[in-house]
């Protein structure tokens, strides 16, 4: 195995030296950074000229400039490594630095949303194969694939945020709005649950109006102004999200994962709804979420010692999962209290939706602006796009997931399980679910490296600072040296998830082993 | 992927199944797939609607070839702004109608159907002139990728050894570059050249995925008994290659083009879009919804159109390689429906002499 891996590396040092070599000479063939001067009837035109070739090495042809790059690359074994300075004399290793937390925040979100509702879509979708549902999902994953990013953006600019910002000045619902809003999603769960007919009819009438009574009593209650869970909608969404991670984890016919789940769920979000806004209220918000982080899995752990005398570890697992969820909503929480004093921040002027930039720098001038308010802004600044990414790369994973569950589900050990009499439950998380999700793992990991290098665009259209600015500039600036480092980045990126992907798929299937053949 | 069998089929299911591909060669099997998927066969129609749209609109010269178009404009002329009955005052509005009756005039095409942009060009050519460009760029990548793809990896996949390993590795070297990154640096310095050549030196890079695919393919195709059969015969490398092997490894091939093509379009509109593809004067539909996206509010039509076109096509071609894949896939089984299953009972009935 280290011996394997030990190759792979050295495997992908090679291709990332041969790849870096492609790209640096085809840049700097194909560019000519003293066009510009060429052309200037400036009477220092020539001495520029001179001084830019000094400083930028063009005495030597592109392939022995390469090595000079490479020798500052190779300058980790020494100690002294640099990626070189970027035209206005920065460091590019320092201009990276501040760029790529940049673009991670902004791909990050993306893709675990992306993941998650890709994933449930696709499972939906295998399950209830030639249904209706199945075929709209599939021309909504072909639409989405073909489906500019930056065209996407332009209808999310205007429609998601000025209009929704227009919306908030007033927040009153229109019935035709009500209506459609209820309607679409009694169609969407009628689909998800289908059924015999008059089952499917019951679901889309009761999902339809139990929307519309939830929208009107949110508007009643002016919630999109004072957005708050409280504690009435932490109960209720604390034994929900109990009910719900039981089911999936164990079934709730497992009595004791049920009590666990739900002890955990409402000591977290109901009974300790109030001691919880005092913890949130630390002020080291660190060392804060670490301890949330570490009690939850402690609570599980004493909530399956208390109810379930066997088989205790499903019941952990689905109770430390409840306690999780329930924290996460905590925090949504939280944040919906910082909505309305961040609103009303001048910076803000009851516009929260922006269409561009990472965060607003003038907040502070305003006002005092708490963790959760600065959390807050960062959070709306990253809302447009999350959600352009979000629709732009999980219907691959729709695709992707509804494909590989079906041929799992064609396996003769789902026949089997079926026939040993299992409910269909454990037949599809357990078994068929489990399996569809390793080649599917291997998937995401290169799609994530994979979104860095797609981020380039996204960034130009929302107005981010991160790689993708570094990129452009690169390639707009003849910035030779700047551009290889953001391809090191992404391309280091990229054959290590692939590697990655390959560990995890062996440690995953048992079936395969790394290393053996070749 | 998209492997769609059925949990259990019965018997009876299998004979009429059975009955359909009766005498007929693997080809047509596999057109009578397609030409069964629904989705594919509307995307064809629609694509193909689409190309003689394009190309009839405008003067299109393919060499010496000159071939006049019916539209009264060109995209470069720019007649005067239209100025009546448009809404809120904006001027060059479209006067494309389609709504019959119901608005009182019905269907019009009117002076400039998609309406004008804000120094009055008239918009239909020049979304004519981009999808144009967009179309030329995506059948140029996907022709040379298919080339350079298909060789690569026929090579590669049949003599192995060192000539796969140092194919292969060079293969990976282009692979790590993404996309977007190599698109730019081509695009930014030979996009002043003119579309055709950004195709050109694109596809020059975009065969990587696909030449894998084959590589793969040839790989297992070549240890089968017709190869084995075939070199016993003496065929040369070359027949075997070429006469043998690849028409088996035609679907995998047709399958990835298309999809590569689609990925293509969205490519060159994406560089065009960054301005590091197609420059103007030019005309590309990336490079026109970045010319006018700001004028999104109150001229949402030079924003629309463009925007349609892309995604039709690329919409098609997503449809057109899902079906190409459906049909070349041995293991796919279709759905029957009850008209088949009567039918097919019918004849079963009758003692399955009768088609």
């Known amino acids: 195995m280290l011996s394997y891996i030990a190759r792979r590396l050295g495997a992908l040092v090679v291709i990332l030296f041969g790849s870096s070599f492609i790209l640096y000479n085809l840049a700097a063939i194909s560019a000519d950074p003293l066009e510009g001067l060429r052309q200037s009837t400036e009477p ?44 206005e004399y920065q460091n590019v290793m320092t201009e990276l630095g501040t760029a790529i937390p940049v673009t991670v925040r902004l791909v990050f979100a993306a893709t675990i949303i992306a993941i998650i509702l890709g994933v449930a879509m696709g499972i939906v979708s295998a399950l209830r194969q030639y249904s209706r549902f199945d075929y709209s999902m599939t021309f909504f994953a072909f639409l989405m694939f073909s489906l500019p990013i930056f065209w996407v953006a332009v209808l999310l600019k205007q429609y998601m945020a000025i209009e929704f910002n227009n919306f908030l000045s007033e927040p009153n619902i229109s019935l035709s709005w009500l209506v459609a809003i209820s309607l679409v999603s009694g169609i969407f769960w009628a689909g998800v649950i289908s059924g015999g007919k008059r089952q499917v009819v019951g679901i889309f009438l009761g999902v339809t109006a139990a929307t519309a009574a939830l929208i009107w009593i949110l508007d009643a209650a002016n919630w999109f102004i004072e957005p708050q869970l409280g504690i009435i909608g932490m109960t209720l969404l604390a034994v929900a999200t109990a009910y719900g991670i039981t089911q999936l984890s164990t079934g709730v016919a497992n009595k004791e994962a049920l009590r666990s789940a739900l002890a955990v769920a409402l000591l977290l979000g109901a009974i300790g709804y109030f001691p919880m806004q005092w913890v949130l209220e630390l002020s080291n918000k660190g060392l804060m979420f670490l301890g949330l982080f570490a009690l939850v899995p402690l609570l599980g752990f004493i909530a399956s010692r208390i109810f379930a005398r066997v088989d205790q570890g499903p019941v952990m697992r689905t109770a430390t999962i409840s306690g999780y969820v ?92 079926r026939a040993k009499g299992l409910t269909e439950r454990t037949v599809i998380m357990r078994h068929a679910f489990r399996n569809t999700m390793i080649p599917l793992t291997t998937i995401m990991v290169a799609d994530f490296a994979g979104i860095v290098g797609g981020a380039i665009i996204t960034e130009r259209v929302f107005g981010w600072t991160g790689m993708g600015t570094l990129f452009n500039k690169a390639i707009t600036g003849f910035d030779l040296n700047l551009l290889m480092g953001v391809f090191l980045v992404t391309a280091t990126l990229a054959v290590l998830a692939n590697l990655i992907a390959d560990l995890l798929y062996s440690a995953l299937d048992p079936r395969i082993r790394v290393g053996s053949g070749k | 992927m998209s492997v769609e069998k059925e949990v259990m089929p019965g018997d009876k299911e299998d004979a009429i199944r059975n009955k359909e591909t009766e005498g007929l060669s693997q080809s047509q099997i596999v057109f009578r797939r397609f030409v069964r998927h629904r989705a594919a066969m509307i995307s064809v129609f629609v ?150 050549f950004l195709a050109f030196y694109l596809g020059l890079f975009a065969w990587t995925g696909l030449s894998r695919l084959v590589r793969g393919e040839f790989l297992t195709l070549r240890e089968r008994e017709f190869v084995d059969a075939a070199r016993v015969a003496g065929a040369s490398n070359r027949r075997i290659i070429f ?38 004067p030019d005309v590309s539909l990336g490079l026109i919804i970045s010319q006018y996206q700001e004028s999104f509010v109150t001229r949402p039509w030079l924003f629309w159109w463009p925007g349609v076109f892309i995604i039709t096509i690329a919409l098609c071609i997503n449809f057109i390689g899902d079906g190409l894949r459906d049909a070349f896939d041995p293991r796919q089984r279709r759905k029957l429906s009850l008209k088949d299953k009567l039918s097919g009972k019918r004849a079963a009935d009758v003692g399955g002499s009768t088609k």
């Open chain 1, 44 to 87: 220092n035109a020539k001495a520029l000229m001179e001084s830019l070739s000094r400083d930028l090495r063009l005495d030597l042809p592109p392939p022995l400039r390469y090595f000079l790059w490479l020798r500052g690359v190779l300058g980790i074994f020494t100690g002294n490594f640099t990626l070189g300075e970027t035209r």
């Open chain 1, 326 to 417: 329930v924290l996460v909503l905590l925090f949504l929480d939280r944040l919906m209290q910082a909505w309305l004093p961040y609103m009303e921040n001048d910076a803000v002027n009851f516009r929260p939706i922006p269409t561009i930039g990472q965060s607003k720098a003038e907040l502070t001038l305003y006002g005092d602006v708490n963790w959760w308010v600065g959390t807050l802004d960062v959070m709306v600044h990253l809302i447009l796009p999350t959600v352009a990414l979000t629709l732009i790369s999980f219907a691959g994973y729709i695709r992707y997931s509804r494909g590989t569950l079906l041929e799992v589900l064609n396996q003769d050990y789902i026949r089997t399980a």
């Open chain 2, 47 to 196: 694509l193909l609607a689409i190309f003689i749209l394009v190309f009839s609109a405008l003067d299109f010269s393919l060499g010496p070839i000159q071939i006049p178009g019916w539209w009264k404009f060109s995209y470069l002329d720019t007649p005067e702004l239209r100025f009546e009955d448009c809404p809120g005052g904006v001027t060059g509005c479209p006067t494309l109608d389609m709504i019959p009756f119901l608005d009182g005039d019905g269907v019009v095409v009117g002076q400039h159907p998609f309406g004008q942009d804000n120094i009055g060009r008239d918009y239909f050519a020049l979304v004519m002139r981009g999808t144009q460009r967009s179309l030329q760029v995506m059948i140029i990548i996907g022709f040379i990728a298919a080339v350079i793809g298909t060789v690569v990896g026929a090579i590669a996949g049949y003599f192995r050894g060192w000539i796969d390993a140092l194919l292969m590795r060079f293969t990976d070297f282009i692979i790590v570059i993404p996309a977007i990154i190599i698109g730019s640096v081509i695009g930014y310095h030979i996009g002043n050249l003119g579309a055709i």
């Open chain 2, 243 to 280: 006469k043998h092997i690849l028409p088996n490894a035609i679907g995998v091939i047709i399958v990835a083009v298309t999809l590569l093509m689609a990925g293509a379009i969205l490519l060159e509109t994406a560089l065009s879009y960054l301005g590091f593809g197609v420059t103007s």
